[in-house]
């Protein structure tokens, strides 16, 4: 009987050790391999430490327990954030920024190594603030709405520049809207009332202008007109000419009233 149960527990043993060690070649063999993603790249991890290569899309081999990899997106990502500065005239600026990037897919273990997966937090919305509080410190706050291209262009330069420098890439800087004080705004709202009614009044200035000069041409026009037909009734003979124009007129028939000469081309004393 004391046979049997030794017998017994060393079987019982066996098994355990059977399994125990087909969970470990399970572990082994699956966590040997690490697949990376289209538009994904590996950073692979040796004993916590960085390593110098980085892994592309793909199947990859690697040491269990030892090695462990950090899946890294390199595909264009987009960052929203309002931003706050001030204008060169000392005006409150609120800006809403989209930010459109990508990390650098050749260097991302560099990205993990000095910043983690927090890259987010850590660099890029500071990165934003800076450059929007260093751009609109140049422009008044009357350029950044005159001038927002400009101003677009020169944050864009400013957060690539600061960017790179972390192996992050911009792809595309957008100022989706400036937004100022209220009091601000109603000084804007006054200027532009004020020179709408300036070039309206101008314009009907100028309207009368117009009109003016119109009945002055018109004006000289009907005195050269009478001076040219004066000049022809001479011509043709002055009083006898205008008779002639008076029988062009006549309907034939004589006026019941006549005062003075009501018919001047009849000459009674013929």
């Not at 706050?84 to 600026?93: G, I, P, R």
């Not at 260097?107 to 997966?117: E, F, I, M």
């Not at 350029?143 to 944050?155: F, G, M, N, S, W």
Request: glycine share 6%.
């Amino acid at each position: 009987m004391k046979y049997l149960n030794e017998s017994g527990d060393v079987l019982v043993g066996k098994v355990i050790t059977h399994v125990f060690l087909a969970i470990v070649a399970v572990v082994v063999v699956f966590g040997s391999f690490r697949i990376v993603g289209a538009g994904e790249r590996g950073v692979v991890l040796t004993m916590g430490q960085v390593s110098d290569s980085v892994w592309t899309e793909g199947l990859h081999l690697k040491i269990p327990l030892i090695q462990s990899v950090k899946i890294l997106d390199v595909k264009t990502q987009v960052e929203s954030i309002d931003a706050t500065a001030a204008s060169k005239d000392l005006q409150n600026v609120t800006a809403k920024i989209a930010l459109n990037y990508h990390l650098d897919a050749e260097r991302v273990n560099k990205l993990w190594q000095s910043l983690g997966a927090d890259y987010k937090v850590r660099i890029i919305d500071p990165a934003i603030q800076e450059a929007i509080k260093a751009v609109t410190a140049q422009y008044t706050a009357e350029e950044l709405i005159t001038k927002r291209p400009q101003v677009k262009d020169d944050a864009k330069v400013a957060l690539s520049e600061r960017l790179s420098k972390e192996f992050i890439i911009v792809d595309e800087f957008s100022i989706v809207n400036f937004d100022f004080s209220v009091s601000f705004n109603q000084a804007i709202e006054a200027k532009v009332t004020a020179e709408q009614n300036a070039l309206a009044s101008k314009n009907k200035l100028e309207q009368v202008k117009y009109e003016a000069e119109q009945r002055i041409v018109e004006a000289r026009g009907e005195a050269e007109a009478i001076r040219i037909q004066a000049q022809a009734i001479q011509s043709q003979g002055g009083a006898e000419y205008v008779n002639l124009k008076a029988i062009e007129k006549w309907d034939g028939k004589t006026p019941v009233y006549m005062m003075g000469n009501s018919v001047p081309f009849i000459n009674l004393a013929k």
